[in-house]
């Protein structure tokens, strides 16, 4: 059992729903721990999605009464909460991060597409939670 609540954090692309944590939290709730999602944007920034995070704690910590909360993130969500930890200095109302295939150290892929000009042209028009990285 959990002492504090705990947000599900997704990646890029993905939404806050059943479909993507599959029965995680189902099962966990027959755990007994409160469970909530990140309400992150699919393909937002880094730093925006940190702020949304700050955002949804403070809204979370107000409605239950909990002093801190534990994290889950998936992918890209795990480098939101880190930015969230560090850059904002919030790791006070942080009990515990917990990060799933998290790209803590970057990826091939991205450095294969940050080295190729015309996706670069074409990815900074579609996807502003890349193009706003790519100069």
Not at 65 to 71: P, R
Not at 101 to 129: E, W
């Amino acid at each position: 059992m959990l002492k504090y609540p705990l947000i599900l954090i997704h990646g890029t692309g993905a939404k806050d729903n059943t479909l993507f944590w599959g029965r995680i939290p189902k099962l966990l709730k027959e755990l007994g721990i409160n469970v909530f999602y990140g309400y992150t944007d699919a393909w937002g920034s880094i730093e925006d999605n940190a702020k949304l995070l700050q955002l949804r704690i403070e809204d979370i910590i107000h409605k239950t009464g909990a002093e801190k909360i534990n994290l889950i993130a998936h992918s890209k969500g795990g480098i939101d909460a880190r930015f969230l930890i560090s850059t904002l200095q919030y790791g006070r109302k942080i009990a515990s991060l917990t990060t799933i295939s998290t790209p803590h150290h970057g990826t091939l892929i991205a450095d294969y597409f940050l080295n190729n000009r015309t996706f670069q042209s074409s990815l900074a028009k579609r996807t502003p939670c890349f193009g706003q990285n790519i100069r």
